[in-house]
């Protein structure tokens, strides 16, 4: 049973803008710690931003990459995580996940072995 459901991907233009979004189970998205992963084709997956949960302190983390660029955010009205993206680039193109794990406190927020549940992906083009 899918738990987290992207949304959001698209094909945008260098320097343009996307925002993701990831519904989550309510419990979920409230007690969880939550993050945002990529994979390019041939290569590995990559964190790209988390969040500790709300009770663990909500504290983020981005990778350097896409700092100042990327922002991790949440709407606890809609139990929905957002990853809003800035002056893309064309190496920003990838499948992005959606994670979580029931840990309070992330001892790995940009692995992916620091979480345990995925979304199937949504893709995100940037062309030059």
């Known amino acids: 049973q899918v738990q987290l459901m992207e949304s959001g991907g698209g094909s945008v233009q260098t320097g343009g803008s996307l925002r993701l979004s990831c519904i989550t189970p309510?419990?979920?998205?409230?007690?969880?710690?939550l993050g945002w992963f990529r994979q390019a084709p041939g290569k590995e997956r990559e964190g790209v931003a988390s969040?500790?949960?709300?009770?663990?302190?909500?504290?983020?983390y981005y990778a350097d990459s896409v700092k100042g660029r990327f922002t991790i955010s949440g709407d606890n009205a809609t139990n929905t995580l957002y990853l809003e993206m800035n002056n893309l680039k064309p190496e920003d193109t990838a499948m992005y996940y959606c994670?979580?794990?029931?840990?309070?406190?992330?001892?790995?927020?940009?692995?992916?072995?620091?979480?345990?549940?995925w979304g199937q992906g949504t893709q995100v083009t940037v062309s030059s």
């Open positions: 309510e419990f979920w998205h409230r007690r969880y710690s």
């Open positions: 969040r500790d949960s709300y009770p663990g302190g909500g504290k983020t």
């Open positions: 994670a979580a794990t029931a840990r309070y406190v992330l001892n790995m927020p940009l692995h992916e072995k620091g979480f345990d549940y």
